[in-house]
């Protein structure tokens, strides 16, 4: 039922808009009404808070959907997942009550921000502090490519609150759009998900109240880790999506085209091609779904195969985009079809929520810790 509501949703109003999303660059603000009345931007809020009470596998199901016809559309769902994960996992009952609310009841964009310019890799790396000043805290630093920056209303802020503790000393905050001290850098220019707004998160001087915080000092870096080890599939189901919509264009396409007066589908060479996308496009979403129910069912150790779906997936689906380009020949290379949006848009799938090269490091740790 989630699947093929989410699949009419997304053809019905996403994909006839995807093309000039991409071409203009800009945030489709008018999805954040549509896509919020539908409850995909409180996808993950409980009932109790307006949501939906989806668990990672409707939001897999729901971001797969959605990146079948528009990257950037599926990111504007990802995102505000990601965004209010540390608020469910680390909120308490009355911080749930007033952000969850606004969210659901009025659309409300949230954010995550993490990385930091030196890198997000290490507690250490984490500059951005929070002081203890009277009843609150005073926020210094920088966050950059944070998707929303600028457009959210709440902001889920790791910093530091006793370097010297390493992992024990991050905490994480919610900072209110509006509040003195919080600042924005320009909006980054991608090659691809032009739809979805990057920017840098700046704080100088922000003073917020202690009531901000989300749990308890020192529990910011198990709710980051928890909060990617839940996102990781998302992203990986996002990349599925991505591919599967360039393949089903490839495959329409190879139909159609003729070379040799016959269609190209009616060579080997196109016929392996696609057989082979369709079949590492099956073990990555097979992955990517086994991730989540891993994550649903509340098993232990879920980081790893996270780790891996998101890799796994995200390598597949650059591959598949990039061959789907392939079967389109010089049509591909031309903006006119869609397979060239899917490629830029894939790309940033092996790149973010740590790159690829950190999630080999991350399953290497698990494995290799004895
Ligand atoms: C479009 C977009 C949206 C984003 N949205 C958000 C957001 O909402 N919130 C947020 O907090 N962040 C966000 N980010 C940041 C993103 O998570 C980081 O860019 C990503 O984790 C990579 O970090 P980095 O850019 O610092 O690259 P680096 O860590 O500097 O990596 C550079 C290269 O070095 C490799 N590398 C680094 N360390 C090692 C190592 N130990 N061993 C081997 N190789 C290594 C990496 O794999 C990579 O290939 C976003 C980024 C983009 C591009």
Known sequence: ???????????????????????????????????????????????????????????????????????????????????????????????????????????????????????????????????????????????GFVTHGGLAKFYSVFAATQPERGAEGISVFVVEEGTPGLLFGKKEEKIGMRGSVTADVIFEDCRIPQENRLGDEGEGWKIARDTMTMS??????????IAQGALDFAVRYANERTQFGKPISSFQAIQFMISDMATHLEAARALVYKAASEIDGKR?????????????????AMKVTTDAVQILGGYGYMKEYPVERMMRDVKVTQIYEEANQIQRWVVAQELLKG
């Open 1 to 143: 039922m989630i699947r093929a509501a989410a699949e009419k949703t997304a053809q019905r109003i996403v994909q006839p808009r995807a093309a000039k999303i991409d071409a203009a660059g800009e945030f489709p603000w008018d999805l954040v009404e549509a896509l919020g009345k539908q409850g995909y931007l409180s996808l993950l809020l409980p009932e109790s808070y307006g949501g939906t009470d989806g668990d990672v596998t409707s939001f897999c199901i729901v971001v797969e959907e959605f990146a079948k016809v528009c990257g950037s559309s599926s990111l504007l769902i990802l995102s505000q997942g990601l965004g209010t994960l540390p608020i469910l996992l680390g909120g308490n009952p009355s911080q749930k009550d007033v952000y969850f609310t606004e969210i659901s009841e009025k659309n409300r964009l949230a954010a995550f921000a993490l990385r930091e310019p030196e890198g997000e890799l290490e507690p250490s790396s984490i500059k951005t502090m929070a002081e203890k000043e009277g009843n609150g805290y005073l926020i210094n630093g920088r966050k």
């Open 232 to 241: 990781r599939p998302v992203i990986g189901a996002q990349a599925v999506g």
């Open 300 to 316: 232990k150790d879920t980081e790893k195969l996270s780790a891996i779906s998101k890799y796994f997936a995200s390598e597949i």
